[in-house]
């Protein structure tokens, strides 16, 4: 049997809109929808595979050549780094990069050497950098807004869609750092060597993409 192209979906936030891409494109998403427990679901019809994974693993997956496409986050690329092609934007999945802090405070009074937490240590250590400023990093794992709250950091750098969750629990914006959304991604060894299989499928996005665009 001919081996599969497998694509690496991201689990939670992005699977819904990535299936509906899918199904628009006319791929058959049932078993996806009815998937269970499962985590490898066929496309029926053709030589697809579809791979639910957490964000991170879906960039190790596809990183690694074991999954020949990715569903994945422009924030977990840009944290993780990993050798792949990013080839495109998908338009959903926006939000962006933000530094936050209790309202009311100046982040660049005084001289005391700042506290950041954040899920995201990579992208909060690149930008303080590009700033030639020294700060203090804290690795949180979510709820990165309780950070400041329990006098944990002085700021967070998180992901911010709506301003709900900053605004919610007294935090606001100081600075928005990058725009964030969903990215197709592309094992380099299988783009060389299941070009035949794997350029059309790009295509097929990329047009459905211009079509969006236009509507
Ligand atoms: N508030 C948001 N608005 C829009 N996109 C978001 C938002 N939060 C996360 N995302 C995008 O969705 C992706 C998956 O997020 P999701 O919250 O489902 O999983 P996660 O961040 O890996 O955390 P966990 O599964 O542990 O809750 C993120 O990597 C990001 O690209
Ligand atoms: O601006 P908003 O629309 O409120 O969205 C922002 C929130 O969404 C993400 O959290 P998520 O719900 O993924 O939970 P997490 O903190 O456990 O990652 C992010 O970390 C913020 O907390």
Redesign the pocket.
């Known amino acids: 049997m001919i081996k599969p192209i497998r694509i690496a979906l991201t689990k939670?936030?992005l699977e819904k809109d990535t299936v509906e891409m899918f199904e628009r494109l006319g791929y058959d998403c049932t078993a996806i929808r009815e998937k269970g427990r499962r985590l490898i679901l066929p496309v029926a019809g053709t030589n697809l595979e579809i791979v639910l994974a957490k964000a991170a693993d879906v960039a190790t997956y596809v990183d690694n050549g074991v999954c020949d496409i990715g569903v994945v986050g422009k924030d977990t690329i840009m944290e993780m780094g990993g050798t792949f092609y990013e080839v495109a934007d998908l338009g959903f999945g926006k939000?962006r990069f933000a530094l936050a802090l209790p309202q009311g405070v100046d982040f660049y009074e005084g001289y005391h050497t700042r506290r950041i937490a954040s899920?995201y240590v990579n992208v909060a250590r690149g930008f303080f950098e590009r700033k030639n400023m020294d700060v203090s990093i804290v690795k949180i794992?979510?709820?990165?807004?309780l950070a400041p709250i329990l006098g944990l950091s002085d700021a967070i750098v998180?992901?911010?869609?709506?301003?709900?969750?900053?605004?919610?629990n007294g935090l606001v914006v100081a600075e928005y750092i990058c725009d964030v959304s969903a990215r197709l991604i592309v094992n380099i060894a299988s783009l060389k060597l299941r070009k035949a299989e794997i350029e059309p499928l790009i295509a097929r996005i990329e047009d459905y993409l211009a079509g969006e665009e236009t509507e």
């Open positions: 939670g936030r939000c899920k794992e979510g709820s990165v807004e998180d992901i911010v869609e709506t301003g709900t969750t900053l605004r919610e």
